[in-house]
Each structure stands twice: as structure tokens, then as C-alpha cells.
């Protein structure tokens, strides 16, 4: 099946900085990703639809300044927390659909964000 | 009312066992249908995929999909402790640029 890559798995960082995460789709082109986020022994919640060339569309709540997706080509779609807090930390979860086929959705890895 | 309800479990059966995950919806324009399994911090991977009402069946794994009931189900066969994880019911409409509507999970629990 197709793959889609998240990085980095884990990442610690400090109250005030900014952290940066990166999906891509390894075998196929996606224009559009989307960024989950999952707190534990929860399901995912999604944050916001990423569209390549183009501003993403955020879910009610989400806060666009906080969290800044870019999608940049056709296989990369990144999500900068902005400004960390401890609140910020959680699961983050990237996933994508094949451009132009109504294929399955593919998830990456995810990223285990902890806010120090 | 959710769009996608899902019993959170957990459910815990003896090995060997056949396990049934079932989901309901609401919205009745979805037209595709995923099951994925989801170990502890990990990302979900996919495990069926199906667009049509009936059976798909995959391995010890059968999808089941009644649009007419708005009713979902996934069979696990010969159920092994590797199979205890979190199960994901999804659905999504037609195109690419739709996003996935999920269940909250079940978890399962295979015991040896």
C-alpha cells in the first residue's frame, strides 16, 4: 500500500519555541493531507485540511496562527506549532489520499509532541 | 448526534475467537468505508477498504457494509493477542479532497 512518512516521531521542546512537522507521501501525490491530533485513549480529532498551493482549512477551534500548515508540493505538507505550551502536547497525525482517486486514507507515523 | 458512533470497549476475548466491531452513521452521502487497527502510540493503518455494500473479506478479516442501515462491521477470525489494539471505523465521501470521518475506537483485547 502506499506510504506516508512523518517526521519526527518524538520531539521535546521548550515552552515558547516553535516545532516543526513534516508528512510526505513517498509514492504517490496527494494535493490534499490532513493534520490530526489525538489525545490519549481518545480518537483523532482533525485539525485541518491541507491543500497544496493553497490555505489550509482549519476545523472550529483551531487556532491558524498557532498551527501553520504549508503545503508545498505534491508530497509534502508540514505543521509548525507555533509558540509551544505544555497544553500543546499530544499525538499529532498526518494522513493523505492519492490525487484525483477516491483511494483509502493512508496515516503516517506520528509525532509525539511533548512541551517542556 | 455523532456522525459516526462507535462502542469505546474495551472488549476482551479468549484467543481464538471471532470478533465483531460494528459502527454506525448517519450521514448517508458517505460511500466509503475504512477499518483501521491502531497500537499504542502509533499511527492507524489500514486494514480494509470498501466502497460497496456486502462483504470483503481479507485474511482472517471481513469487512461488512449495509448502506441501507447505515451499519458497518469487522470480523476478526482465529483472533490472536497481536490483534489487541484500538479499532478505527472511518468513512469519508467521494474524492480525494474529502476528509475521513473516524469512530472513537474500540479497544480489544485478545487474551492467551
Known amino acids: 500500500g502506499a506510504v506516508v512518512s512523518q517526521h519526527p516521531s518524538r520531539v521535546i521542546c521548550k515552552s515558547g519555541t516553535s516545532v516543526k512537522i513534516e508528512c510526505r507521501s513517498l509514492?504517490?501525490?496527494?494535493?490534499?493531507m490532513f493534520w490530526y491530533r489525538q489525545f490519549p485513549k481518545k480518537s483523532l480529532m482533525l485539525m485541518a485540511t491541507?491543500?497544496?498551493?493553497?490555505?489550509?482549512?482549519?476545523e472550529q477551534g483551531v487556532e491558524k496562527d498557532k498551527f501553520l500548515i504549508n503545503h508545498a508540493s505534491l508530497t509534502l505538507s508540514t505543521l509548525t506549532v507555533t509558540s509551544a505550551h505544555p497544553e500543546d502536547s499530544s499525538f499529532y497525525i498526518c494522513s493523505a489520499r492519492e490525487q484525483g482517486r477516491d483511494t483509502e486514507a493512508f496515516f503516517g507515523q506520528g509525532t509525539r509532541l511533548t512541551v517542556v | 448526534q455523532k456522525e459516526v458512533e462507535q462502542d469505546p470497549g474495551p472488549l476482551s476475548v479468549p484467543e481464538g475467537a471471532i470478533v465483531s466491531l460494528n459502527c454506525t452513521y448517519s450521514n448517508s452521502a458517505f460511500q466509503y468505508f475504512m477499518w483501521y487497527r491502531q497500537y499504542s502510540r502509533k499511527g492507524p493503518e489500514l486494514l480494509m477498504y470498501?466502497?460497496?455494500?456486502g462483504n470483503k473479506e481479507d485474511g482472517r478479516f471481513t469487512a461488512q457494509v449495509d448502506k441501507s442501515s447505515k451499519y458497518i462491521s469487522l470480523f476478526i477470525r482465529d483472533s490472536q493477542p497481536s490483534d489487541s489494539a484500538t479499532y478505527l471505523c472511518?468513512?469519508?465521501?467521494?474524492?480525494?479532497?474529502?476528509?475521513?470521518?473516524f469512530g472513537t475506537g474500540t479497544k480489544l483485547q485478545v487474551i492467551p
Open positions: 491541507s491543500n497544496e498551493g493553497s490555505k489550509a482549512t482549519y
Open positions: 470498501t466502497y460497496s455494500s
Open positions: 472511518a468513512m469519508t465521501l467521494s474524492g480525494g479532497y474529502q476528509k475521513v470521518t
Open positions: 509514492d504517490f501525490q496527494a494535493t490534499t
